[in-house]
Structure formats: structure tokens, C-alpha cells
């Protein structure tokens, strides 16, 4: 199988190094490409200079535009499966094998890695943990389904999701809507334990501000996807 890791960076510049390196170290079955989301720091220059494998992106897209151009690289290129994995060096690398085990073994079409089934390691901020909960509540409520880590981004897709996220993914904090809407769809989702880390440098794209706008806008989007299947 061919196997790829998506990594979407804006503003990586601290951690993109670590995050290839550890990659390169622990998921040697894996190519890798990081899409650089027209990023304000020297994010690509680093890639440049460690010539590292990217694309650069001339607009800035947002989280969901960003992956989605590396799903479309990855299936266009022929991959068998493409993981989503953070450029901001709170995923560690040594789990991707158990997430392809995952894939292989066809137990499901999405394989996520989840922070809340054995609660170690980093577990996120009080309020994130809140909206997590919230999120775990609303997919049960609507598909059936219990996720424990609706918002990881960690998550890996067979070749049939690669094709339907090629077409179509969420723009704006997709993993919550994209997994209602696969379950909708009939696809099997199955998440393993996972320890993450803190991150070790910058920001993360959602600010406190920025919370209850989160919050309000993808439970808009989760029940529409809910309805539209």
C-alpha cells in the first residue's frame, strides 16, 4: 500500500522541523507532504531549506482547504491511504502504524486517533474539554456513533474516503462535520488510544475568541450534514 501524511502548516515555523523529523524517524512506511497554507512566518523557507517535500498554497484556505489540497495531491498521486497529522508537534508519529493496522484489516474506512479512551497524555485545555464533550454528545445523538475525540487531528482514510474528500470537505474546523457526514453516508469510523502532546511553540489557529464561534457555526454544519447526508 501506499501510505502519505497530509500536514497542514500555517505559522509552523517552531515545530514543522520536530514534526518531520519524527516522521521520518518513526513512520518510515509512509511518504509525507506538508502544505503550507500561505503561511505569514518563514514556514516555507524552512521547507525550502531542508528541502523538505510541500506545496505551497498562494491563498490562505484555512484548515479544510488546506487538507483537502492534500487529499486531492494524494489521490491523484495514487495513494492508498492519507493520514491528516498536525504540523504543531502534538501528534507523535509511532502511532501511524496502528492506524494503518486499522485501514489494512478493512475494520474501518476513517481511523482516528483519540486523546479520551485511556486519558493520557496531554489532554487539552478545561474549555476545549468542554466542546469536545459537547461535540461526542451531538454525533452520538444524531448518528448512533460514540467518537471520543471528535475534534483529532489525527485521522486516517482508506482510498474510498480519499475519492469523497477530493470532492468535498468542510472548510472551516471540518473534522466534527466531516465525520457526521460519513457515518450518514455508511462508512465505518474506529478510533484507537493515542497520547498527544502540548505544543511546543506559537498559537493555535483557534483562539478563545474565537470559541463560541466555533461552537455555533459547526453545529450549524453538522446538522445540515446530518440532513443531507
Do not use: W
Not at 31 to 40: A, F, G, R
Not at 50 to 76: E, K, S
Request: net charge neutral.
Amino acid at each position: 500500500m501506499k501510505n502519505i501524511i497530509i500536514i497542514p502548516a500555517y505559522n509552523e515555523s517552531g515545530n514543522i522541523e520536530n514534526t518531520v523529523n519524527d516522521i521520518v524517524k518513526n513512520a518510515r512506511n509512509f511518504d509525507y507532504l506538508i502544505v503550507n497554507d500561505c503561511s505569514k512566518d518563514n514556514t516555507l523557507e524552512i521547507c525550502r531549506k531542508n528541502h523538505f517535500n510541500y506545496i505551497n498554497l498562494p491563498i490562505n484556505l484555512g484548515i479544510g482547504g488546506a487538507v483537502q489540497a492534500g487529499y486531492r495531491y494524494a489521490y491523484y498521486h495514487d495513494y492508498d491511504t492519507a493520514v491528516q497529522f498536525d504540523g504543531d508537534g502534538q501528534h507523535d508519529a509511532a502511532y501511524l502504524s496502528k492506524l494503518l493496522e486499522v485501514i489494512e484489516k478493512d475494520e474501518a474506512d476513517m481511523a482516528i486517533g483519540s486523546r479520551f479512551i485511556e486519558n493520557e497524555g496531554f489532554q487539552s485545555s478545561g474549555l476545549r474539554r468542554v466542546g469536545i464533550r459537547y461535540f461526542t454528545r451531538l454525533i452520538k445523538l444524531l448518528t448512533g456513533q460514540t467518537i471520543t475525540d471528535p475534534t483529532s487531528g489525527m485521522r486516517m482514510v482508506n482510498r474510498k474516503l480519499l475519492k469523497e474528500f477530493t470532492e468535498s470537505y468542510p472548510k472551516d474546523y471540518p473534522e466534527p462535520e466531516s465525520a457526521v457526514t460519513i457515518l450518514k453516508r455508511g462508512y465505518k469510523i474506529k478510533e484507537i488510544p493515542v497520547q498527544m502532546r502540548s505544543r511546543a511553540e506559537g498559537e493555535s489557529s483557534i483562539s478563545m475568541g474565537k470559541s463560541v464561534y466555533y461552537m455555533i457555526k459547526v453545529s450549524l454544519a453538522i446538522f445540515i450534514a446530518n440532513i443531507m447526508k
